[in-house]
C-alpha cells in the first residue's frame, strides 16, 4: 500500500506563487509516476503535470512556462511549483502516483486526499 500526504496549498493574489508537496510512504511498492491532477467546482479532473523516475515531464497546455514538477526519489516526494498563478488555476489538485507492488506484480494508481488552491482576482 502507497500512502500520499499532500501539502502547500493556499490562498493567493493574482500572479502570485504557490509550491505544492506530495509524501509518499508505504512497502511493498516502486513508485514509478507521480502527477498533479486538479479538480475545479463542477468540471472533470484533470491531469496538470507529471514525472517519471528519469525526470521526464508532461505538462497541460494551459501550465506550460507557469508551473514546474520535480520530485526526489530519495524522499519519494514530488513538487509542483506554480508562479503566475491565475483565477482559473483555482481548483483542488490531487497527487497521483503509479505504483508496481511487488507482490502481485502489478501496478495500482494511488491518489492523495488533494489541497485546495485558491487564486484570487
Known amino acids: 500500500q502507497v500512502r500520499l500526504v499532500e501539502s502547500g496549498g493556499g490562498l493567493v493574489q493574482d500572479g502570485g506563487s504557490l509550491r505544492l508537496s506530495c509524501e509518499a510512504s508505504g512497502s511493498g511498492a516502486s513508485i514509478g509516476v507521480m502527477a498533479w491532477y486538479r479538480q475545479a467546482p463542477g468540471k472533470q479532473r484533470e491531469s496538470v503535470a507529471s514525472?517519471?523516475?528519469?525526470?521526464?515531464?508532461t505538462y497541460e497546455d494551459s501550465v506550460k512556462g507557469r508551473f514546474t514538477i520535480s520530485r526526489d526519489n530519495a524522499k519519494n516526494t514530488v513538487y509542483l511549483q506554480m508562479n503566475s498563478l491565475k483565477p482559473e488555476d483555482t481548483a483542488v489538485y490531487y497527487c497521483?502516483?503509479?505504483?508496481?507492488?511487488?507482490?502481485?506484480?502489478?501496478?495500482?494508481?494511488?491518489w492523495g486526499q488533494g489541497t485546495q488552491v485558491t487564486v484570487s482576482s
Open positions: 497521483n502516483a503509479r505504483a508496481f507492488q511487488i507482490v502481485t506484480g502489478r501496478f495500482n494508481d494511488y
Open positions: 514525472i517519471g523516475r528519469g525526470g521526464s515531464t
